[in-house]
Nanobody, 125 residues
Framework: QVQLVESGGGLVQAGGSLRLSCAAS?????????MGWFRQAPGKEREFVAA????????YYADSVKGRFTISRDNAKNTVYLQMNSLKPEDTADYYC?????????????????WGQGTQVTVSS
């Protein structure tokens, strides 16, 4: 069992930055999992944001965040990060981190085994 806890969300003006963290705990190590970030805006479906493989050899981004967001992980700290720069009002959403044990597609939420509770990000114009 893996528990994931996100932090770092908040209110920021357009053009600003935030750094989200996802800390893993439980009787396992985050290095056993590929990790991803998803987001869900009010009234919309959950969408893929970014993903990173077990030892950071493969990284994926949604087109909407490419060049602005950076995913990283520190397996020694059991933590995954999402650095978000040049934020836009359309980035406003609840952000969730997720852990995936399988080698299936990083883009599909159904492939992830564990989810955090989410952290809210609001970008004002």
């Amino acid at each position: 069992q893996v528990q994931l806890v996100e932090s770092g969300g908040g209110l920021v003006q357009a053009g600003g930055s935030l750094r989200l963290s996802c800390a893993a705990s439980g009787r396992t190590f985050i290095s056993d999992y590929a990790m991803g970030w998803f987001r869900q805006a009010p009234g919309k479906e959950r969408e893929f944001v970014a993903a990173i493989s077990w030892y950071s050899t493969s990284i994926y981004y949604a087109d909407s965040v490419k060049g602005r967001f950076t995913i990283s992980r520190d397996n020694a700290k059991n933590t995954v990060y999402l650095q978000m720069n040049s934020l836009k009002p359309e980035d406003t959403a609840d952000y969730y981190c997720a852990a995936r044990r399988s080698v299936s597609s990083a883009y599909e939420a159904l492939n992830y085994d564990y989810w955090g509770q989410g952290t809210q990000v609001t970008v004002s114009s």
